[in-house]
T-cell receptor, first 110, second 111 residues
Framework: DAGVTQSPTHLIKTRGQQVTLRCSPKSGHDTVSWYQQALGQGPQFIFQ???????QRGNFPDRFSGHQFPNYSSELNVNALLLGDSALYLC?????????FGPGTRLTVL | GENVEQHPSTLSVQEGDSAVIKCTYSDSASNYFPWYKQELGKGPQLIIDIRSNVGEKKDQRIAVTLNKTAKHFSLHITETQPEDSAVYFCAQGDSSYKLIFGSGTRLLVRP
């Protein structure tokens, strides 16, 4: 079992660009959650996908959107990037409460 | 609103001593309380969790206690080792399955 995988590991973008991050959940998990972790802070919940639908959303603008595929993998899209979007983006997969995190994608916006 | 306060922000202990990290939450609907360990350059790793119908849970050197009345929960690490050095996060969850995290505690275990 490879656990939760994310790609890419690092990404550098400029302001105004768009980015897509990808996540493959742990085998057998059907739910994917996305979190943003700024430097020195705890992860902040962005949204959660279950059965290809957004089930729950945190306090993030509409520039942040996502998708879940029939194989439970997921994408996070961020449009019109701002400097403040620079962070570690974490994906977590789960069946119920227990969430298992991937290594994250480090996004730098210049 | 939903909020988790975590203390201390940094903690330095001698190898072999115990370490205690405390969290306070505000949402009465919370019923799930996990603890995560995050090493440099890695994602958070679930190390132990507790549900609201249990007051204490132990796994080898790690234990978690929950006081629902006071809305407190704590992580206890005994016989600390240098490899326990990392950032530890508490979190709260409810029936919506999203997690609200504390701000983290940087633990340093001195050899």
């Amino acid at each position: 079992d490879a656990g939760v995988t994310q790609s890419p590991t690092h990404l550098i973008k400029t302001r105004g660009q768009q980015v897509t991050l990808r996540c493959s959940p742990k085998s057998g998990h059907d739910t994917v959650s996305w979190y943003q972790q700024a430097l020195g802070q705890g992860p902040q919940f962005i949204f959660q996908y279950y059965e290809e639908e957004e089930r729950q959303r945190g306090n993030f603008p509409d520039r942040f959107s996502g998708h879940q595929f029939p194989n439970y993998s997921s994408e996070l899209n961020v449009n019109a990037l701002l400097l403040g979007d620079s962070a570690l983006y974490l994906c977590a997969s789960s069946l119920e409460h227990e969430q298992f995190f991937g290594p994250g994608t480090r996004l730098t916006v210049l | 609103g939903e909020n988790v306060e975590q203390h201390p922000s940094t903690l330095s202990v001698q190898e072999g001593d115990s370490a205690v990290i405390k969290c306070t939450y505000s949402d009465s609907a919370s019923n799930y309380f996990p603890w995560y360990k995050q090493e440099l350059g890695k994602g958070p790793q679930l190390i132990i969790d507790i549900r609201s119908n249990v007051g204490e849970k132990k796994d080898q050197r790690i234990a978690v206690t929950l006081n629902k009345t006071a809305k407190h929960f704590s992580l206890h690490i005994t016989e600390t080792q240098p490899e326990d050095s990392a950032v530890y996060f508490c979190a709260q969850g409810d029936s919506s399955y999203k997690l609200i995290f504390g701000s983290g505690t940087r633990l340093l275990v001195r050899p």
